[in-house]
């Protein structure tokens, strides 16, 4: 059974970076079955999706946040990471890091998730 | 980026009823089409994929259907498990997107 944590700091500081990591156990990130991706969910609202990595390190930003953010892999620890720079109150949010059994073909959907992370944004 | 519309966003019904929840596109996405079930404070739950398909182990009592731009969740019988909220998500094009949720509590 694959199993995915979140991890890092729940408070960060307005215009700072945010960083998070996923570890990833039950199933190999080396394997090249799937993508990695991060997705939040804002207080008492819908879910964004962020954006994907793949273990080759290949990546794949939602438009709106690309500028800012950076998803990392480390195949040793079998673990990928989330960076958002210049973060505002705007980015306080659960944070949640999933499996995407496809990736940027039609056939993807995420299939497990992490238990979340809320990251406060505040001085 | 494809909008992702939800209605109701809330919806109250009882034990034993049949619900329905729409999910419209704003442009066709054929049936790339995604549910996830959310409980407060937790995770989302994957429920059904290519608009019809039910993730293993989801009870048979969930079922999507739809094509193009309109979808819907079904849940032919309310079980107390199954108060929660719903997310669709197109999986047609990048960026992913997902619809705003829908509410469902118990009348």
Redesign the interface.
């Known amino acids: 059974q694959v199993q995915l944590q979140e991890s890092g700091p729940g408070l960060v500081k307005p215009s700072q970076t945010l960083s998070l990591t996923c570890t990833v156990s039950g199933g190999s990130i080396s394997s090249g079955a799937y993508y990695w991706s991060w997705i939040r969910q804002h207080p008492g609202k819908g879910l964004e999706w962020i954006g994907y990595i793949y273990y080759s390190g290949s990546t794949y930003y939602t438009p709106s946040l690309k500028s800012r953010v950076t998803i990392s892999v480390d195949t040793s620890k079998n673990q990928f990471s989330l960076k958002l720079s210049s973060v505002t109150a705007a980015d306080t949010a659960v944070y949640y890091c999933a499996r995407d059994r496809a990736g940027y073909t039609q056939d993807s959907y995420l299939d497990y998730w992490g238990q979340g992370t809320l990251v406060t944004v505040s001085s | 980026?494809i909008q992702m519309t939800q209605s109701p966003s809330s919806l109250s019904a009882s034990l034993g009823d049949r619900v329905t929840i729409t999910c419209r596109a704003s442009q066709s996405i054929?049936t790339?089409l995604?549910w996830?079930q959310q409980k407060p404070g937790?995770?989302?739950?994957?429920l059904i994929?290519?608009a019809s398909r039910l993730?293993s182990e989801v009870p048979s009592r969930f079922s999507g259907s739809g094509s193009g731009t309109d979808f819907t969740l079904t849940i032919s019988s309310l079980q107390p498990d199954d108060f929660a909220s719903y997310?669709c998500?197109q999986?047609?094009?990048?960026?992913?997107?997902?619809?705003?949720?829908t509410k469902l509590e118990i009348k």
């Not at chain 2, 937790?42 to 994957?46: S, V």
């Not at chain 2, 999986?91 to 949720?101: D, E, L, V």
């Open positions: 980026d054929s790339y995604n996830y937790k995770a989302p739950k994957f994929y290519a993730q997310y998500q999986s047609f094009t990048m960026p992913r997107t997902f619809g705003q949720g």
